[in-house]
């Protein structure tokens, strides 16, 4: 096995020991460290050594550029970028100027025709980038360059049209979209000198929902050289997905890695695996956390409320725990899951509602706010997008509903006291309004309401905070044939309740 350790078009040299050496490990030369043995012998040849591997870093953000002035760059093959996985890795300034210059070669290029208009000219470099910008992103069309800043008004940047907004610089698209434009502008521009090469991207999921990450693999599959192979670091199911339809169709195209289960204190040997349900179990736990452990529900309720980071997040992904406990008895083949804001349970950001029905398909989304300070109008545009939204205020409203109060104080024994702990109610709200807040946000005075329960009820165990004590204490109150049911019940599933 031959020792290769070439890197983005340079050998490793001035290697950071502090980096590369594993902690308790005796020390070992860099020639000790990396073996990369090749289907083929490697070449001789010094360039053709240069080009074997191509690797991005996942620090690949670049937010804006402007380029004033520039001379021509050298080959991307003698390039010293990124000589470790944590360094930063921005290419679109660099890429934009070898387009200028490989633009400005052709009208000098003897093999092409005199009469070859200025637009054909132009899109020989950027219409491979125009076509697959677009292939994702429907309504983004790659319009051109703006040459240098200190030609007229235009900037030294790229120039869209989006939607109806022409001349939309690069500044200004959103990170998706800023992430994917990145990845296809370096495979249109390296591919012609990376073009035997093992691409190596790590993390290509960055900013990107799971939907747009299958579109971008296709597309740079489609972009790459024929002889290239593309190596990806990833837990997306977005791009894991992707993969998996393709080594469907072309299973001796697609090689699944898996590191998980192995103990890198010891030697280890990695093999290819075949996807089988226990992967993508797991896969699933890395990738969608809890959402791994839906058993494929008819219908998922994407709510507000910050999602768990973990088994131990108590404090995570409240409104999802009292709604599945509401609901759960009735509805057992319906879930919830808490998704963040409510803006992020609208948009869904994080891409779930679209890797849920990947996973499950023909599961129904459906996405529940909080009322808040919303105006009806407000509200009618929402509903007509789809999105449900609470009659309260909040779901704190219901759970600290009347009749809710008066189920705890019967199932404390307290029947009698019924009045007692309204009134504890009113007060605690009173209190709250007399501090600037309003009348109907529930949850201000949840607090209050809590503690004067407790008190007054004599209850040991209600939930050491005001969530818990909703969540755990009051969320199981609310039952099937009480008013409060039924009203909410109208709100979240009301094609299940005949409303």
């Given at each position: ?46 360039t053709?050594?240069?080009k074997l591997?191509y ?19 050298d ?34 290029d003897?093999?092409?025709?005199e ?7 132009r899109d ?30 235009l ?12 001349g939309f ?24 000198y ?7 991207i790590?993390?290509?999921e ?6 747009v ?9 489609q ?29 001796d ?22 996807p089988s ?12 956390g809890?959402?791994a ?29 009292c ?7 009735k509805y ?6 808490s ?27 459906n ?13 009618e ?13 909040h ?9 809710v ?28 309004v ?16 809590r503690?004067g329960l ?17 969540r755990?204490?009051m ?6 044939g009480m008013?409060?049911y ?14």
């Amino acid at each position: 096995m031959k020792n290769w350790h070439y890197w983005n078009g340079g050998v490793l040299t001035g290697i950071e020991e502090a980096y590369i050496q594993k902690v308790g490990t005796p020390t070992r030369s860099i020639d000790d460290h990396v073996f990369v043995n090749f289907h083929e012998p490697i070449p001789d040849d010094a360039t053709a050594k240069k080009k074997l591997v191509y690797a991005r870093t996942a620090f690949r953000n670049e937010a804006d550029f402007n380029i004033s002035s520039f001379s021509r760059l050298d080959s991307p093959l003698n390039e010293n970028r990124a000589s470790r996985m944590i360094d930063t890795d921005a290419t679109v300034s660099q890429n934009y100027q070898r387009l200028i210059m490989q633009t400005v070669d052709g009208v000098f290029d003897s093999s092409l025709s005199e009469d070859m208009p200025r637009s054909e000219l132009r899109d020989r470099i950027i219409g491979r980038a125009r076509t697959a910008v677009s292939s994702i992103f429907p309504d983004l069309v790659l319009d051109g360059v703006g040459g240098l800043a200190s030609a007229g008004s235009l900037q030294g940047s790229f120039y869209f049209t989006k939607g109806e907004s022409a001349g939309f610089l690069y500044k200004n698209l959103s990170a998706g979209e800023k992430s994917a434009f990145d990845l296809l502008l370096d495979c249109v521009i390296k591919s012609s000198y990376f073009d035997d090469s093992v691409w190596c991207i790590d993390e290509p999921e960055t900013h990107l929902n799971s939907r747009v990450q299958s579109l971008l693999l296709h597309a740079m599959l489609q972009l790459l050289p024929e002889n290239c192979q593309l190596w990806l670091a990833s837990h997306s199911i977005g791009f894991m997905k992707q993969a998996w339809e393709l080594s469907r169709a072309q299973p001796d195209d697609v090689c699944f890695i898996d590191l998980e289960g192995h103990d890198f204190d010891q030697a280890v040997v990695i093999e290819p695996v075949k996807p089988s349900r226990e992967f993508w179990s797991r896969t699933l736990r890395v990738a969608l956390g809890d959402l791994a452990a839906l058993v494929a529900p008819s219908r998922v309720i994407l709510c507000e409320g910050r999602p768990q980071t973990g088994a131990n997040d108590v404090k995570a992904a409240f409104d999802a725990a009292c709604y599945r406990t509401i609901f759960s008895e009735k509805y057992p083949d319906v879930d919830f899951v808490s998704v963040g804001s409510a803006s992020e349970a609208v948009n869904d950001r994080l891409g779930v509602a679209h890797a849920l029905q990947t996973i499950t398909p023909g599961t129904v989304i459906n996405r529940l706010i909080d009322r808040d300070s919303r105006s009806q109008q407000e509200i009618e545009i929402l509903e007509q997008e789809g999105t449900r939204v609470l009659g309260r205020r909040h779901l704190e409203a219901y759970l600290l509903d009347d009749e809710v109060i008066e189920a705890l104080c019967r199932e404390a024994g307290m029947g009698a006291k019924v009045a007692d702990a309204l009134e504890v109610k009113q007060r605690a709200i009173a209190d709250s309004v007399a501090r600037g807040n309003d009348a109907d946000d529930v949850k201000r005075a949840a607090g209050s309401i809590r503690d004067g329960l407790r008190k007054l009820l004599s209850l040991a165990t209600p939930g050491s905070t005001p969530d818990a004590f909703l969540r755990d204490t009051m969320a199981p109150l609310v039952r099937e044939g009480m008013a409060v049911y039924s009203e909410l019940e109208a709100i979240v599933l009301p094609e299940e309740s005949g409303s």
